[in-house]
């Protein structure tokens, strides 16, 4: 049912028409998020410790919690704005690391806002989008040794690999 393709490929309706897909980054670029944070924050010149980093996604799954439970004991201050599951998640943070709950103007002021879905986002500090057909990922990608070429892209190709266990998630990192 997945497709990948060359670069420029313009027939995705046709292949549409008979059930076919492109293959998407989402799952792998959300189970990378923590590292991916982490690489943001290191190119912006933010040390982890000092950062403010928000999460932001329609409701707190797995993605949210394993990413916050990965960022919380690193990062300054972790603010889940997440309407469906977001509080239950924040006062978890609370309870296991201390974390205090951000709302309102405290949340505001984000180092970095990550967002693991299509949610409105007012941060002004800098922005991954870790969703969708062409993840925004500030200039990071996401690379494995030994990846065999591939003319069409990179990231679906990964994708792919990485969810047919030909790479194991150990061997994917952040340039």
């Known amino acids: 049912r997945r497709v990948l393709t060359g670069p420029g490929f ?3 309706d ?4 008979w059930g076919l897909i492109p293959v998407s980054p989402e799952p792998l670029v959300q189970s990378m998020a923590a590292p991916l944070v982490l690489a943001a924050l290191e190119r912006r010149g933010i040390l982890p ?13 797995r993605a949210v919690y394993q990413t916050a439970m990965a960022l919380c004991p690193r990062v300054r201050q972790l603010l889940v704005a997440a ?3 977001g509080e239950a998640l924040a006062d978890l943070l609370r309870e296991e690391f201390g974390m205090p709950r951000l709302e309102g103007e405290e949340g505001r002021g984000a180092d970095l806002t990550v967002r693991l879905g299509n949610v ?3 941060g002004s500090g800098g922005r991954l989008d870790l969703f969708g057909p062409r993840p925004g990922l500030l200039g990071l990608e996401l690379d494995a040794e030994g ?6 892209e990179k990231l679906p190709f990964l994708t792919l690999l990485w969810e047919e266990g030909r790479i194991p998630p150990g061997n994917i990192r952040v340039i």
């Open 147 to 152: 990846l065999p070429p591939f003319e069409g």
């Open 14 to 17: 046709l292949l549409r028409e």
């Open 10 to 12: 313009c027939g995705w």
């Open 49 to 61: 410790e000092r950062a403010r980093v928000a999460l932001a996604a329609p409701r707190a799954n």
């Open 83 to 85: 309407p469906d599951g």
């Open 120 to 122: 409105p986002c007012s």
